[in-house]
């Protein structure tokens, strides 16, 4: 049981699946911004954020008004318009994800005719659409753009511009992947097939779910199960996990304030405060490096500790590094064999350049590491295969200790796994032949 004051008030709505997320990533946070109603402090990753849906938003009803599949021209005069209140940084940011979700972004002539563009539904407990601020709203969500194609197949997209990528595994099971399936499955009957997808813009990545209706109204079981955890709690406890690090609660938050022994909301006001944060921050990194280690070793002898959804565990990581002279063995051979076929005696010396390029940078290089053959061969990946292929690396497997996420974790060892397997049949398959 924390120390903090526990709230009174409980939670009735509206809903909607951030406020479901926030709460299952920590009640204490819900509690803070939904009921203390807390005005967390815009952060420039949250104006960013913005910005680049409300350029998304005005490119695509322009475009869907102007009947254009795409108009680069006039995405970049709509940002530079609604820019001018961002600081440099925040704007040299946000271009960069522009210019990643111009070059993939659809919008065929189907799309078009049928999409919503950043809809805004409002629904009662009844499913039935209401004003988006009807005192009896129940819960909102804004979908960034939704089209149906055959009639009955509904595709949702949404733009993120998160930094971190979360593991498709995760997103599949996610709350927004299954509310919004649940939501859109409940106010559209005639639907029969969901796509929910999302864009990590700054990756340039999609990730996708296609669930049917059954598994769309399934997705109740998982919002409903948060909805009444939410209406039934009175304590709202703070829950420390990854989140932390990133949270802008922190100055409000009891664990975070217990952690550092303050009693104020802000940490430095005066001297005296700046000084001792100062000695904090000098006494938690000591801390940190000497609890790393008694936890290393504890982990060690027991468990790993799961903290949220990222665990405190030992992880192999694998890297490669080839024998610098049979790197230039392999280059040597690659000159005189080219040399031989040249025509010319230009030819000829353009092959000596490279060579000798590659190999004065491989002498310059302690160790040919896998992650440095880039910087050695450049745009030469005909000889970096040739020796990647001929030349026997060592490899160095070493275990860390680390705050690592589950999932993620999950997945690398899945592959790893599959590629085991799959080496083992190729080594059958060479030795049947
Ligand atoms: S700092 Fe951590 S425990 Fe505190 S409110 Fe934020 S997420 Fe919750």
Not at 98 to 119: H, N
Request: proline share 3%; aromatic share 10%.
């Amino acid at each position: 049981m924390t120390s903090h004051s526990k709230p009174k008030k409980s939670f009735r709505g509206p809903y909607s699946v951030s406020k479901l997320e926030t709460y299952q990533q920590c009640p204490y946070a819900f509690y803070l911004l939904y009921i203390k109603k807390i005005q967390a402090p815009d952060t420039p990753s949250k104006r960013v954020g913005r910005a680049f849906h409300e350029i998304a938003k005005n490119y695509l009803l322009y475009l869907q008004q102007a009947d254009l599949p795409s108009d680069k021209e006039k995405a970049w005069k709509i940002a530079k318009e609604l820019t001018v209140h961002l600081s440099d940084e925040e704007r040299d940011d946000l271009f960069q994800i522009l210019t990643k979700w111009l070059d993939r972004v659809e919008f065929d002539e189907e799309m078009r005719t049928t999409a919503m563009i950043e809809e805004k539904i409002a629904i009662d407990k009844d499913f039935q659409p209401v004003d988006w601020l009807a005192p009896n709203v129940w819960f909102r969500w804004v979908m960034d753009r939704f089209y149906i194609r055959q009639g009955n197949l509904a595709i949702i997209d949404d733009w993120k511009v998160d930094r971190a990528l979360p593991a498709q595994s995760k997103i599949e099971k996610s709350l927004q992947m299954r509310g919004y399936a649940w939501l859109m499955a409940m106010i559209y009957p005639d639907l029969e097939q969901f796509v929910i997808r999302l864009h990590y813009v700054r990756h340039s990545k999609m990730i996708e779910a296609v669930l049917d209706r059954g598994q769309a109204l399934d997705g109740r079981d998982l919002i409903m199960g948060v909805i009444t955890k939410i209406e039934q709690d009175t304590q709202f406890e703070p829950r420390v996990s990854d989140r932390c690090h990133w949270c802008d609660l922190k100055g409000e938050c009891v664990k975070f304030k217990e952690a550092l022994q303050l009693k104020g909301g802000t940490l430095v006001k005066t001297e005296e405060d700046a000084r001792r944060v100062g000695e904090q921050i000098v006494l938690l990194s000591n801390y940190i490096k000497e609890g790393k280690k008694e936890l290393k070793a504890w982990v060690e002898k027991h468990h790993p500790i799961v903290i949220g959804k990222k665990k405190w565990d030992f992880s192999i990581s694998e890297s490669k590094s080839y024998p610098i002279k049979d790197v230039l063995r392999v280059v040597k051979e690659w000159r005189d064999e080219e040399i031989a076929k040249a025509n010319t005696t230009e030819e000829e010396q353009a092959i000596k350049a490279i060579a000798d390029e590659i190999m004065n940078k491989t002498l310059e290089k302690a160790k040919v590491k896998e992650n440095t053959l880039g910087s050695i061969f450049g745009a030469f990946h005909e000889i970096k295969e040739r020796v990647t292929s001929e030349v026997k690396p060592f490899v160095y497997r070493k275990n860390n200790f680390d705050f690592i996420d589950i999932e993620k974790a999950k997945e690398k060892t899945e592959k790893r796994a599959k590629v085991k397997k799959s080496t083992k049949k190729s080594k059958l398959i060479d030795d049947i032949f």
